[in-house]
């Protein structure tokens, strides 16, 4: 077979309309998510409807603040979290940073009253 100008160009084209999970948006994820179920029914599998994916589609890099905290005040800092309900892995996680610090990695959308609870408790926030 012969690599021509014209087949380089649809492979190229093919590879770049496939996409990746990483930080898209949510409306971006979805349809990766569906092409990514078409591929496997071509591949042979039998898509059930449901995803086999644990991480939720709508929490992408590009969304999210971190924030670093001394890891003295973890405990306090998640009962601040529990107390106004946002969840683990869906509005908030856990990260490691360098010393004795931790990094809390929240959505952008709740950055202005995340952090002012954490004031008000005498959280010493960096970031």
Aim: hydrophobic share 35%; charged share 30%; proline share 2%.
């Amino acid at each position: 077979m012969k690599l021509t100008k014209s087949k380089l160009r649809k492979i190229i084209r093919e590879i770049i309309k496939e996409g990746f999970a990483g930080p898209l948006s949510k409306s971006e994820q979805k349809r990766f998510e569906t092409a990514r179920r078409k591929n496997s029914e071509v591949l042979g599998y039998r898509a059930t409807g449901t995803t086999d994916r644990k991480t939720p589609i709508g929490l992408s890099e590009a969304a999210r603040v971190q924030f670093i905290i001394p890891e003295a005040d973890k405990r306090q800092v998640n009962n601040i979290l529990k107390k106004i309900k946002l969840k683990h892995g869906i509005h908030y996680d856990f990260g490691t940073a360098s010393g004795a610090n931790f990094t809390l990695d929240i959505d952008k959308g709740l950055q202005n009253k995340v952090l002012d609870l954490l004031i008000k408790n005498n959280v010493r926030v960096h970031g």
